[in-house]
């Protein structure tokens, strides 16, 4: 081939080969794949099962592996959709730039009452946000301390790559670290089935995970009252630990990914929400 004219295709080819990344797994012909946040994991599974029950020959693929993992994913091409209990950070945002020149774009599809959970027999019926970042920082290390019994805090929560840890991490800690008594579990549900276990232990999840425990409800502050995770306190934004879960796509959602997104976002996809234990957006 002429050199004048490799340079004229090499362009071309180029942009084919961005483009194809661009477009995921769903334009290979092998479905829509979902991958990432343990803590939706089990919505997203549901929302898929009802979609291709209506759409016979449709094929939504979900995956966990935690927020992080989901990213990831997005990132290097092998997903088409990440589910993420957090927003994206910067750095993030500037990999998927860097290599398809596009920031992402965020789409909420559901919200959550990030809940602190309980034992059962645990009195302590309520916790402000500093005693739980004192508490998980390591500063209050005994119930009595928050008056519950004279017994040691047995501390449960996620591993890094999970959303929900960065976003407990960022909101209720404040930053700091966890303490190194923290005992990290590989999804939210083991984490209350942890305390579900131990009338001593503490742990941090989504609402829809609250099965066996007690939820605490959480106070802003001293003075204020303290707020159980509701429909309603999620709604208007009272309870304190509320946050939005999002999918996130590398473009503007196309083809089957975008009829998938659209649904889960409709009337029909959202009453799932609420079967599931979620909160719909509306």
Do not use: H
């Amino acid at each position: 081939m002429p050199s004048r004219m490799l340079r004229r295709t090499l362009p071309a080819v180029v942009a084919l080969a961005l483009g194809a990344l661009a477009a995921g797994p769903a334009a290979a012909g092998r479905g829509v794949t979902v991958k990432g946040s343990d803590t939706m994991v089990i919505l997203v599974q549901r929302w898929a099962e009802q979609y291709m029950s209506g759409k016979p020959g449709e094929v939504v693929q979900v995956t966990g592996g935690g927020s992080g993992t989901g990213i990831a994913a997005l990132i290097n091409g092998s997903t088409d959709i990440c589910m993420a209990s957090r927003p994206m950070k910067e750095d993030e945002k500037l990999k998927l730039r860097d290599r398809y020149q596009t920031r992402g774009v965020e789409i909420p599809v559901a919200k959550d009452g990030l809940s602190v959970y309980v034992n059962e027999k645990n009195p302590v019926q309520e916790l402000t946000l500093a005693q739980l970042r004192d508490i998980y920082t390591g500063k209050l290390t005994s119930w009595k301390q928050v008056g519950g019994a004279d017994a040691p805090i047995t501390l449960y929560g996620r591993e890094n790559s999970s959303g929900t840890y960065v976003y407990f991490k960022d909101n209720v800690l404040g930053g700091r670290d966890f303490s190194a008594r923290c005992q990290t579990l590989p999804g939210t549900a083991a984490v209350a089935n942890a305390v579900l276990k131990d009338p001593n232990g503490i742990g941090y999840g989504g609402a829809a995970y609250a099965k066996g425990v007690r939820d605490v409800a959480v106070k802003k502050d001293a003075r204020t009252q303290g707020v159980l995770p509701t429909p309603a306190s999620v709604k208007d934004g009272s309870y304190p630990i509320t946050r939005y879960l999002y999918f996130y796509t590398r473009t503007q959602p196309a083809g089957k990914a975008k009829e998938f997104i659209t649904w889960v976002r409709s009337p029909a996809g959202q009453a799932v929400v609420s079967q599931v234990g979620y909160f719909p957006l509306q």
